[in-house]
């Protein structure tokens, strides 16, 4: 794969589709459905899905590509390949809370190594450079042309006041008791893929997710936060979150900085 493409290409397609879904949900109706899964999709999910899936194909044509909006995709046995959610947090975006992402990310031999997160309604943009090192690019966002970025690193953490985020949609006894075993100085919520990246700029030190989650909800939030020096766990066993599982689907799960104490189920 080559990283100079790749970046450009993901950042790219992230704005256009950013772009997209703005137009929408700048209107009265945003045709919403329910999916097999009962998980609501947009017309914002399916049009930005179209503008990103074909510019990956275009560029990348000899990498698989899994894409949450077409199940077709879903079938593939891989360890490399391109993963999307083209609106994450359709929830949130719904309900006009702004809480919602476009994700893109590559995964090599099951790793999340290059992602992009960005949040349009937030103006903020998070990606990995060809590197690998994770940045925060400063709006406004020009096409073809990044504009100011900076370095992001997670923090160093106080076990004895630890900040911390969770799910806004799917916050549950469960993530809360998990909590409570933390000594815990601040407690935010957030929609999407932003808990991985809060993490990433220290404006958090742990997020631990007990729910369901899919590989294209957090591959590239994995990456994000991977390249700004932390990491992603299991929750049961705290051995790393892999990829190009079966179906897709991930185990509970904790993203952190290090020096965070984790503490067991």
């Known amino acids: 794969m080559d990283f100079e493409e790749l970046t450009a290409v ?21 045709g919403v459905r329910s999916k097999s899964d ?18 990956l194909r275009a560029a990348f044509p000899d990498t698989p590509l899994v894409t949450e909006e077409q199940s077709a995709s879903h079938a593939q046995s891989v ?18 809370r702004g809480d919602f992402t476009v994700n893109i ?34 709006g406004p966002f020009t096409k073809g042309a990044p504009g100011q970025t900076r370095p992001i690193k997670v923090s160093t953490p106080d076990n004895t006041a630890l900040l911390v985020v969770a799910s806004k949609s799917h916050r549950d006894q469960a993530t809360d008791d998990y909590i409570g075993k933390y000594a815990a100085a601040d407690m935010k919520s957030a929609g999407s893929s932003l808990k991985f990246c ?10 631990p997710r007990l729910g369901r989650t899919m590989e294209w909800d957090t591959a590239a939030g994995h990456a994000v936060l991977k390249g700004a020096g932390g990491d992603v766990v299991r929750f049961d066993e705290h051995t790393p979150l892999t990829y190009g599982k079966p179906g897709f689907e991930n185990p509970f799960f904790i993203a952190y900085t290090p020096g965070v104490a984790l503490e067991k189920p």
């Not at 992230?14 to 700048?26: N, Q, R, T, V």
């Not at 914002?44 to 990103?52: L, P, R, S, T």
């Not at 390949?81 to 929830?91: A, E, N, R, S, W």
């Not at 099951?110 to 060809?130: C, H, I, Q, S």
């Open 79 to 96: 360890r490399t390949f391109l993963i999307v959610d083209p609106l994450d947090g359709t929830k949130e975006f719904i309900k006009r």
């Open 105 to 138: 990310a590559f995964v090599q031999d099951g790793e999340p190594v290059r992602g992009v997160v960005y949040a349009p309604a937030k103006d903020r943009l998070f990606y990995t450079d060809p590197s690998g090192s994770a940045l925060e690019e400063q």
């Open 10 to 30: 993901m950042r790219e397609l992230a704005l256009e589709a950013g772009d997209k879904i703005m137009e929408i949900y700048g209107m009265d109706d945003f």
């Open 198 to 207: 809060l993490v990433a700029t220290g404006e958090a030190d742990i997020y």
């Open 38 to 55: 009962e998980s609501p999709v947009t017309v914002a999910d399916e049009a930005a899905d179209v503008i990103i899936s074909a510019g």
